[in-house]
């Protein structure tokens, strides 16, 4: 196992998420404790330290299994991390109420790394109310030792992460990004790299597998890369890619099986950062892979050519992220905070917007589309 520094800590570079433990009977609400168990003793004998979980993992149940599970090792055997769940805005005033159940759920005095979970257009205003008091909570806890480091974690666009920083940033210690190397433009993960590395804030990955879809790609793909190193698993192109990454200090990998774990263990017992070549062919990878999805350039000349005034580009992006995801949150959840008039099923159809589009891109039959998509 490699280690990277982090103040005066040694962490494993690899950090095992908890929010796809292997489950009985496809619920995800019923862990395989056992399993877990097997998982977490395998990973600790093989030197991984660090374990991330949190207050709506599992339904609820991840804080629970990890907290049983890991009370069987000495507390200084491990660092733990959970987040304050700031995703489900009913929770913004019951900071101190849910930090104290956290705590007693994961059988513990103190958090290692405690964050801010998920900052993104939904929740930023509830986050930055004082009203609310949670930073100002988080901060006293920090003070009286139980949290010994302060983060956050973001599904939010750059500018809704520059917000944050630019009120809590000084008091940040590192930062939860979705960094992989087909987000790497689809995302704006570089730009939000670059963000954090101004404020020489620690990066800590999440989806560096992107759910699982880095794991396996065509065959055609996957002969480009085995031509430059024809022993690399395809996985490990993910997890070299973010080796090469100036400030990745974590990368968390939400394991569902031992196979996964010991799959991973071995990637991460060196690190093998990509030359550029590697780099290049890697990233033409991903623009592959991007090739269906439209290729909007938010030019905005739609915008005011539009009736009822839709942000265009943003909903196509929104779109892009939801129609190649198949599905998921990130778009519902942008939306969030988007008024219902200005949603995609605003759109009349009356394709004005797409007598401007540089790229003709059909743009009526995409919010037709993405409505629909959204209804599913």
């Not at 920083?165 to 993960?189: H, P, R, T, V």
């Amino acid at each position: 196992m490699i280690y990277q520094e982090f103040q005066d800590l040694r962490l494993s570079a690899l950090g095992m998420g908890a929010m796809r433990l292997p489950v009985i009977d496809g619920n995800d609400a019923n862990i395989d404790v056992a399993a877990t168990e097997e998982m977490v003793a395998y990973a600790m004998k093989e030197g991984i330290n660090y374990y991330d979980t949190a207050w709506g993992y599992h339904e609820g149940n991840s804080e629970l299994v990890m907290g049983k599970v890991l009370s069987h090792y000495p507390r200084e055997s491990y660092y733990l991390a959970s987040k304050f769940p700031g995703y489900d805005l009913s929770n913004m005033p019951k900071v101190k109420e849910i930090f104290e159940k956290q705590l007693e759920k994961c059988r513990v005095d103190y958090f290692d790394f405690y964050l801010f979970h998920n900052v993104c257009e939904m929740n930023i205003d509830g986050y930055l109310d004082a009203q609310y008091g949670i930073y100002d909570y988080l901060m006293e806890q920090k003070k009286n030792g139980r949290i010994r480091h302060l983060g956050f974690s973001a599904h939010g666009s750059y500018e809704i992460m520059k917000r944050f920083l630019e009120a809590y940033g000084k008091d940040m210690e590192f930062c939860q990004i979705q960094l992989n190397y087909l987000d790497w433009s689809f995302q704006e993960a570089k730009r939000k790299v670059d963000l954090l590395n101004s404020y020489q804030i620690p990066i800590w990955v999440m989806e560096p597998l992107r759910g699982g879809r880095l794991a396996k790609l065509s065959a055609k793909d996957s002969a480009k890369l085995q031509t430059l190193r024809p022993d690399e698993t395809i996985p490990a192109w993910a997890f070299r890619f973010l080796q090469s990454i100036a400030g990745v200090t974590m990368i968390l990998s939400g394991m569902s099986n031992a196979e996964q774990l010991k799959e991973n263990i071995a990637t991460f017992a060196v690190s093998k950062p990509l030359n550029e070549t590697e780099m290049e062919t890697l990233l033409a990878v991903a623009d592959g892979m991007l090739n269906d999805t439209l290729p909007c350039t938010a030019c905005r000349y739609c915008v005011s050519h539009c009736p009822n005034g839709l942000d265009i580009p943003t909903l196509l992006e929104l779109y892009n992220e939801h129609n190649f995801t198949g599905g998921g949150f990130i778009a519902p959840m942008a939306l969030m905070a988007i008024p219902v008039e200005k949603h995609p099923s605003a759109c009349v159809g009356c394709r004005s917007c797409e007598q401007v589009c540089p790229q003709q891109i059909k743009i009526s039959e995409a919010m037709a589309n993405f409505a629909a998509k959204l209804k599913d």
